[in-house]
């Protein structure tokens, strides 16, 4: 196998007394990968280390083959990063153009021209040419989410960090925006930090999934997925002791958990059922 | 990346609703200066730095705030992942103070121009001092951006305007009593004389210090906040090169101030060279300070006005009309005397300003009395007389003469004798924008014959004043002997 384009080795971040990250050791290969974990994970503080917003406390990451701990090697980094932040901070004054265009010249783009052609293209990329010229202020959220998304993809950078981006999007939109993350994802790395695993399961070729800062799976979603295999459930009861269950549409329980209900018909897990049982009992898929 | 970051930022800066009110507030404050006399531009361009004031503190407070946009948009957790650092940034935002400035220069130029086109427009504007006015702006603009990064909340900027507008007031309050120079420690220095001084060199300005002084405060806060973002060694290398010059700049500024031994010397030797060109016109002489020549017609029409209805014997007599500037002691900020003027005393006096639009008729008013008083030989101005009513019989006749051929001097006649009836019994001021130089007082009675007078047609005053012009001019006559020989009613005193 080829080396990893991210390699994370031994990181570990503590704020005060808590640990938000444990001895954090993965690798990442081009491709689309999911970054999966409840609220308080850990998630956006593995995103901020990848993307250099903070520096890397103990432990060691290499993306693109520079290292993020020297001066140098987050500059090269930078050079080749599209990061969508949770909140990427909109400046609300300016146009969707103009907010890009600023990104695309931090971004070192500074021919006016050829600036501009990107900034056109990114914003074609995501569906926004007909508003960019609209105020951010005048945007829906799903829109602004998009803006942020605009200016990750500037200069086709070859790693990306997208971090929930699709909260806020519609079904329309989010089809799209999988439309265009399978895309990219053909050529560079892409980390989708997210707690929709209907995305993950719909783009991502592997999954990183964390858990209390540390991580608890890392594998395909086929793994994940089959890991529930033989924990899924459909009866007419709550099955005891599940880890979740609740009434389907058809008026049955569908529960997650080691075992069975009296009367219970095992069905296909899906993600969210790995995802679950993960989250629930991680020794049972162990 | 500075390049493109600062095109950004001076388009936005330029179009900021701040920046926008100020240069609108800028533009009226000026207009007012340009509008308020015929302009002495050597005297106007000491008025430009404060008419920039508002556009100056806009620019503070908009370069403030779009050095802290990333900071008030949470964008700073992006930014830090651009390969754009700090430094660049920072430098586009002080880079985006320059057009801001130019905007200034043209709006000073622009100024000046429209002055200088005035046909009795004087004098040269000091280079020095106008560009004072335009770095101000830059200086203020710079420490906005400067709060923007080493007090990072949005209040500071205004709370550094307001602070900026009291430390001036207190300077000028008090800076006089500590010592000569310390007003110019102050960024902005206007000059408080009341009239214009005859020319730029009396003014003794170290302009030139002030403009190294001003420069070199917005260099070294500019350097102060580039040190503060990253650029640490040539941040404080630059910092520490302009403070020496602020210090230097400052101290040689303050020895060369009027007031300051240095500064009074000069201020005597170009009072010293003053010499006034005179001109005759048939019994009149005219005297003016030099370049100021081209003022005379706009006194010779007063004056011809006046003695066109007055008998031809008075009206051939000869006169006088010289122009005086004020001593200014900087010292005490106060007016002190008149510079000496060639030729015999007790002239027509005209201030070295002249006011322009609704303003000129109170000054033409004035000039007018002036040398109607002196053809009705009434007595000398100032002097005592009766509480609201001195005794010359010419009084109110002196008054009509110098109204009633010019609309601007009648309205200006009226207007002050409405404001004395509102105010009760008392003495008539005639005002001018030059009260130290004009102490004419008037009673209530000659304002209300003169305004009488007025309201009858010309004709018919003329023969009367002609016919009794003896009366009028003689030094015993009275007031009441007047209204009688002119058909008028009693005065009231």
Same mark, same amino acid.
């Given at each position: 196998m080829t080396s990893p384009s991210v390699a994370v080795r031994g990181v570990d971040v503590q704020f005060g007394r808590t640990h938000a990250l444990r001895d954090v050791t993965f690798g990442l290969h081009p491709g689309v990968t999911g970054l999966l974990g409840p609220n308080g994970a850990g998630k956006t503080t593995l995103l901020r280390l990848l993307a250099t917003a903070t520096p890397v406390p103990r432990g060691e990451i290499l993306a693109l083959g520079h290292d993020a701990s020297t001066a140098a090697g987050r500059l090269a980094i930078r050079r080749r990063l599209g990061y969508l932040p949770q909140d990427p901070g909109f400046h609300r004054h300016f146009t969707a153009f103009e907010f890009v265009d600023y990104v695309a010249i931090l971004k070192e783009h500074t021919r006016r021209r050829a600036r501009h052609d990107e900034v056109r293209r990114v914003l074609d990329l995501v569906g926004l040419a007909d508003v960019r010229h609209k105020k951010i202020k005048a945007l829906s959220g799903g829109m602004r989410r998009r803006v942020g998304l605009a200016q990750a993809l500037l200069g086709e950078p070859a790693l990306l960090l997208l971090d929930e981006p699709t909260n806020g999007l519609d079904p329309e939109q989010r089809m799209r925006f999988r439309e265009l993350l399978s895309d990219l994802g053909q050529s560079r790395t892409v980390v989708l930090s997210t707690h929709q695993t209907e995305d993950v399961a719909a783009v991502c070729q592997r999954i990183v999934a964390l858990h209390k800062g540390t991580i608890c799976f890392t594998g395909t979603p086929e793994e994940l997925r089959g890991r529930a295999h033989g924990h899924v459930w459909v009866g007419t009861e709550r099955a005891p002791g599940a880890w979740a269950s609740w009434r389907t549409g058809a008026g049955g329980h569908r529960s997650v958990g080691a075992t069975a209900p009296p009367d219970g018909v095992p069905v296909e897990p899906t993600l969210e059922d790995g995802y679950l049982l993960l989250l629930g009992d991680p020794g049972v898929t162990a | 990346m500075t390049a493109a970051l600062a095109r950004v930022e001076t388009w936005r800066l330029l179009r900021h609703p701040f920046v926008l009110v100020g240069l609108v507030l800028s533009c009226w404050l000026l207009w007012r200066e340009i509008t308020a006399n015929r302009p002495v531009l050597h005297f106007l361009d000491l008025a430009t730095p404060t008419a920039l004031m508002p556009l100056a503190g806009a620019a503070l407070v908009a370069a403030n705030l779009a050095t802290l946009r990333a900071r008030r948009d949470h964008a700073e957790d992006l930014y830090a992942t651009m390969p754009g650092r700090p430094v660049p940034r920072v430098a586009a935002h002080l880079a985006a103070l320059l057009p801001v400035a130019l905007v200034a220069?043209?709006? /000073?130029?622009?100024?000046?121009?429209?002055?200088?086109? =005035?046909?009795?427009?004087?004098?040269?504007?000091?280079?020095?001092? %106008?560009?004072?006015?335009?770095?101000?702006?830059?200086?203020?603009?710079?420490?906005?951006?400067?709060?923007?990064?080493?007090?990072?909340?949005?209040?500071?900027?205004? @709370?550094?305007?307001?602070?900026?507008?009291?430390?001036?007031?207190?300077?000028?309050?008090?800076?006089?009593?500590?010592?000569?120079?310390?007003?110019?420690?102050?960024?902005?220095?206007?000059?408080?004389?009341? =009239?214009?001084?005859?020319?730029?060199?009396?003014?003794?300005?170290?302009?030139?210090?002030? @403009?190294?002084?001003?420069?070199?405060?917005? #260099?070294?806060?500019?350097?102060?906040?580039?040190?503060?973002?990253?650029?640490?060694?040539?941040?404080?290398?630059?910092?520490?090169?302009?403070?020496?010059?602020?210090?230097? #700049?400052?101290?040689?500024?303050?020895?060369?101030?009027?007031?300051?031994?240095?500064?009074?010397?000069?201020?005597?030797?170009?009072?010293?060279?003053?010499?006034?060109?005179?001109? #005759?016109?048939?019994? /009149? +002489?005219?005297?003016?300070?030099?370049?100021?020549?081209?003022?005379?017609?706009?006194?010779?029409?007063?004056?011809?006005?006046?003695?066109?209805? /007055?008998?031809?014997?008075?009206?051939?007599?000869?006169?006088?009309?010289?122009?005086?500037?004020?001593?200014?002691?900087?010292?005490?900020?106060?007016?002190?005397?008149?510079?000496?003027?060639?030729?015999?005393?007790?002239?027509?006096?005209?201030?070295?300003?002249?006011?322009?639009? =609704? +303003?000129?008729?109170?000054?033409?008013?004035?000039?007018?009395?002036?040398?109607?008083?002196?053809?009705?030989?009434?007595?000398?101005?100032?002097?005592?007389?009766?509480?609201?009513?001195?005794?010359?019989?010419?009084?109110? /006749?002196? @008054?009509?003469?110098?109204?009633? #051929?010019?609309?601007?001097?009648?309205?200006?006649?009226?207007?002050?004798?409405?404001?004395?009836?509102?105010?009760?019994?008392? @003495?008539?001021?005639?005002?001018?924008?030059?009260?130290?130089?004009?102490?004419?007082?008037?009673?209530?009675?000659?304002?209300?014959?003169?305004?009488?007078?007025?309201?009858?047609?010309?004709?018919?005053?003329?023969?009367?004043?002609? =016919?009794?012009?003896? %009366?009028?001019?003689?030094?015993?006559?009275?007031?009441?002997?007047?209204?009688?020989a002119l058909s008028l009613p009693a005065p009231a005193c």
């Open positions: - | 220069v043209a709006l /000073v130029a622009a100024g000046v121009a429209w002055a200088a086109s =005035d046909p009795y427009a004087v004098g040269t504007p000091s280079l020095l001092e %106008l560009a004072a006015g335009p770095v101000v702006v830059l200086l203020a603009g710079t420490l906005g951006v400067a709060l923007g990064r080493l007090v990072p909340v949005p209040v500071a900027g205004p @709370l550094a305007l307001v602070g900026w507008l009291l430390v001036s007031m207190v300077v000028f309050a008090i800076g006089p009593a500590i010592g000569p120079g310390v007003l110019w420690f102050s960024a902005l220095v206007p000059d408080f004389r009341p =009239d214009a001084p005859p020319s730029g060199v009396v003014l003794a300005r170290p302009a030139g210090w002030h @403009l190294v002084y001003l420069l070199a405060l917005a #260099a070294g806060l500019a350097a102060l906040t580039v040190a503060r973002v990253g650029a640490r060694r040539s941040g404080l290398g630059g910092f520490a090169v302009a403070l020496a010059v602020v210090l230097a #700049a400052g101290v040689a500024q303050a020895g060369a101030a009027p007031g300051s031994a240095a500064g009074d010397a000069r201020v005597a030797t170009a009072e010293a060279a003053l010499r006034q060109n005179c001109q #005759a016109h048939e019994s /009149v +002489t005219y005297c003016a300070y030099p370049g100021f020549e081209v003022r005379v017609p706009l006194w010779r029409d007063v004056v011809r006005r006046v003695r066109d209805r /007055v008998p031809a014997a008075a009206a051939s007599a000869p006169l006088r009309v010289v122009q005086q500037a004020q001593h200014w002691d900087a010292a005490s900020s106060g007016a002190t005397g008149r510079l000496p003027s060639n030729g015999p005393e007790d002239p027509v006096v005209v201030p070295v300003s002249w006011p322009a639009g =609704d +303003t000129a008729g109170f000054e033409r008013l004035r000039l007018g009395i002036a040398v109607a008083q002196r053809s009705l030989a009434l007595p000398a101005l100032g002097t005592a007389g009766r509480e609201g009513c001195r005794p010359a019989a010419g009084g109110g /006749v002196a @008054l009509w003469l110098a109204a009633v #051929a010019d609309p601007g001097a009648a309205a200006a006649l009226r207007a002050d004798l409405k404001d004395l009836r509102d105010a009760g019994p008392g @003495l008539l001021y005639v005002n001018s924008s030059h009260s130290s130089l004009s102490d004419f007082t008037w009673g209530r009675a000659e304002g209300e014959q003169a305004v009488l007078l007025l309201d009858r047609p010309e004709a018919e005053v003329r023969g009367l004043v002609a =016919d009794h012009w003896a %009366l009028l001019a003689a030094p015993a006559g009275t007031l009441a002997q007047a209204a009688t």
